[in-house]
């Protein structure tokens, strides 16, 4: 039986590629995705400098295009950073807000996040809101609480009309590009957490809209897996969609799922 929620798979280039060989694998990642891009919503999230050429090339293609980053005023003295109007302005469709790379790296904080996504929402933009805790967390038990707790501080403004244009990324901060993958198993009760909380925030008729989707080590191999557990509605993908076979095969994991 098919499932209620329309999977999402988002490939997040990160700080990769040049602009021949962003519109190149833009190229190749429509052929590829093109039939899962019926049941699967799809976003391709290149660098700032590449979105407009990427987004000519995605073109008619049914998959969307994504921003990896914004800043939350409209406008003004801030030099270096992108607004959600700008983004809207190149037809951008998605953005990441609060990667771990972006609060472990560059230091943002739950605040920050917070404001970020209010603002993409506002600008009818998809927020996919990162969480997820570090490998010490993890150990010492704290998964729960810090995934929830980060959730909650998003949230906080964010009223259960706008989850309709929400995208929860559970990216165990130990996972990504570390080549180690949560299993399964636990990756599904850390996705049935996240819902369970997002059911008690809001009324589950609102938070049952929300994706719930995996990052952290997703390839062409374990992304069935992955994707075949109840609570888990696609994948957010780094290093696997700078490779747009294995993007596609990923794609038509969560496609499958859909069916």
Sequence with gaps: MPHARTPFVGGNWKMNADLAAAVELADDVVAGCRDAATAVDIAVVPPFPYLQAVGRTL?????LLGAQNLWPEPNGAFTGEVSAEMLVDLGVAAVIVGHSERRHIVGESDELVARKLRSALDASLWGILCVGETEAQR?????????????????DDVEAEDLRQLVVAYEPVWAIGTGKTATPADAQAVHATIRAFLADRYHRDFSDQVRVIYGGS????????LF????????LIGGASLKAEEFAAISRAAAARAR
């Design 139 to 155: 150990d010492s038990g704290e998964t729960d609480k810090i995934v929830l707790g980060q959730l909650a501080s998003a949230l």
């Design 59 to 63: 073109g008619h293609s049914g998959l």
């Design 218 to 225: 997703v390839n062409a191999r374990n992304a069935a897996e």
């Design 228 to 235: 075949a557990q109840p609570a888990i509605d696609g994948g």
